[in-house]
């Protein structure tokens, strides 16, 4: 073989190799970054391209929504409670030249704020809040991060507060203030129901004042209430409207004899 044609066979080989290197393939979630000489290019949308070696460099930027597990931050909460609380951040970038251009690492950039927000707006509440008003608070959590995100093209969708965690004296705390609040609302309920049913004793009295007949019968009924266990014994005081005529007719009577018997005996 001729010098000339191993010469042309080798600068086939690293025609061959340099354009390997050179051709570059962008996935359909993906954008490519290319600076040419230091200098900045249009994106590279999916598909193949052509990146010169040692002339031009490519950054890939991935779009999809990535998922960032926030570790957990030790938090005083404004009622001077501490605890740990960990949440889920979920983000994709919008804008691949802010991206790269207006931040070093915008994944490890977005973390940091995260924490950061997270423990000054758990700061700013307290304990209750913390515990019963999650959705507020991630919405508040998210809207915060956007704003601080948004210069360099990241946008949050999604913060979720995973676990809380407090000391074991406060959670046993807790259960007690849980137990007497139950307590009061049940003494409550039973205040109200009976008051409820000493008004409705009240109303019956009325009526029954207002109809001797009905008062009378409920006497009835309850001497055959009361009659119904054969091993009772029932003392029924019979009304001053029914025996006063009947003291009235006789006692005078029952009194004279024995003024007559006096007056013999003298």
Same mark, same amino acid.
């Given at each position: 073989?001729?010098?000339?044609? #191993? %010469?042309?066979?080798?600068?086939?080989?690293?025609?061959?190799?340099?354009?390997?290197?050179?051709?570059?393939?962008?996935?359909?979630?993906?954008? *490519?970054? #290319? =600076?040419?000489? *230091?200098?900045?290019?249009? @994106?590279?949308?999916?598909?193949?391209?052509? #990146?010169?070696?040692?002339?031009?460099?490519?950054?890939?930027?991935?779009?999809?929504?990535?998922?960032?597990?926030?570790?957990?931050? /030790?938090?005083?909460?404004?009622?001077?409670?501490?605890?740990?609380?960990?949440?889920?951040?979920? =983000?994709?970038?919008?804008? $691949?030249?802010?991206?790269?251009?207006?931040?070093?690492?915008?994944?490890?950039?977005?973390?940091?704020?995260?924490?950061?927000?997270?423990?000054?707006?758990? *700061?700013?509440?307290?304990?209750?809040? @913390?515990?019963?008003?999650?959705?507020?608070?991630?919405?508040?959590?998210?809207?915060?991060?956007?704003?601080?995100?948004?210069?360099?093209?990241?946008?949050?969708?999604?913060? /979720?507060?995973?676990?809380?965690?407090?000391? /074991?004296?406060?959670?046993?705390?807790?259960?007690?203030?849980?137990?007497?609040?139950?307590?009061?609302?049940?003494?409550?309920?039973?205040?109200?129901?009976?008051?409820?049913?000493?008004?409705?004793?009240?109303? %019956?009295?009325?009526?029954?004042?207002?109809? $001797?007949?009905?008062?009378?019968?409920?006497?009835?009924?309850?001497?055959?209430?009361?009659? %119904?266990?054969?091993?009772?014994? #029932?003392? =029924?005081?019979? $009304?001053?409207?029914?025996? *006063?005529?009947?003291?009235?007719? =006789?006692?005078?009577?029952? %009194?004279?004899?024995?003024?007559?018997?006096?007056?013999?005996?003298?």
């Amino acid at each position: 073989m001729t010098t000339p044609t #191993v %010469a042309i066979a080798a600068l086939a080989v690293l025609v061959l190799i340099a354009l390997a290197l050179s051709l570059k393939i962008i996935t359909q979630y993906e954008r *490519g970054i #290319v =600076f040419r000489l *230091g200098r900045l290019r249009p @994106v590279y949308e999916p598909g193949l391209h052509l #990146v010169v070696p040692f002339l031009e460099r490519l950054v890939r930027v991935d779009t999809r929504v990535v998922t960032l597990t926030i570790p957990p931050q /030790e938090v005083i909460t404004e009622d001077n409670v501490p605890a740990r609380v960990n949440a889920v951040v979920l =983000f994709n970038v919008t804008d $691949p030249v802010k991206a790269v251009m207006a931040v070093e690492n915008y994944a490890i950039a977005t973390s940091q704020i995260a924490q950061t927000t997270l423990r000054s707006v758990l *700061g700013r509440v307290d304990l209750d809040t @913390v515990l019963a008003h999650r959705s507020a608070l991630n919405a508040d959590l998210r809207d915060i991060i956007e704003k601080l995100t948004e210069p360099w093209g990241v946008e949050v969708s999604v913060v /979720e507060i995973k676990d809380v965690e407090i000391p /074991e004296q406060m959670q046993r705390a807790m259960a007690r203030g849980a137990e007497a609040e139950r307590e009061r609302r049940a003494k409550i309920i039973n205040a109200r129901g009976e008051l409820q049913a000493s008004e409705e004793l009240r109303q %019956a009295a009325d009526t029954l004042s207002k109809s $001797p007949a009905s008062l009378q019968l409920r006497y009835l009924q309850t001497l055959l209430e009361l009659g %119904a266990d054969q091993n009772s014994t #029932v003392v =029924f005081p019979l $009304p001053m409207d029914i025996i *006063g005529p009947l003291l009235e007719r =006789f006692g005078p009577q029952a %009194a004279l004899p024995d003024a007559d018997d006096d007056e013999g005996d003298e």
